[in-house]
């Protein structure tokens, strides 16, 4: 629970959460933590469509009915692949 602590307060999840603009290699870091600290997530992507725009969905499991959910909508300029 500590490494969740660590992850949760950590300046790259509060550099995920109020950037306009998500660079994948921070989502990447993200994850990598996730799994590194054995913390149980989901990632979805959800491609666009003619009637919405791209969007992912991170959540990551506290306890059995607590769970912490972010989600990162794209426009067309929303991500950053560097």
Known sequence: MKELVNILSADLLRSL???KRLQIKQLNSLIALLIKA??????????ASSVREAKAILTIYL???????IT??????????D
């Not at 054995?38 to 491609?47: A, H, K, L, M």
């Not at 306890?63 to 959910?69: G, K, L, M």
């Open 17 to 19: 959460v109020n950037s």
């Open 38 to 47: 054995n913390i149980q997530f989901t990632f979805t992507f959800e491609p």
């Open 72 to 81: 990162f909508d794209f426009d067309s300029c929303g991500m950053l692949l």
């Open 63 to 69: 306890r059995p009915n607590v769970s912490v959910t």
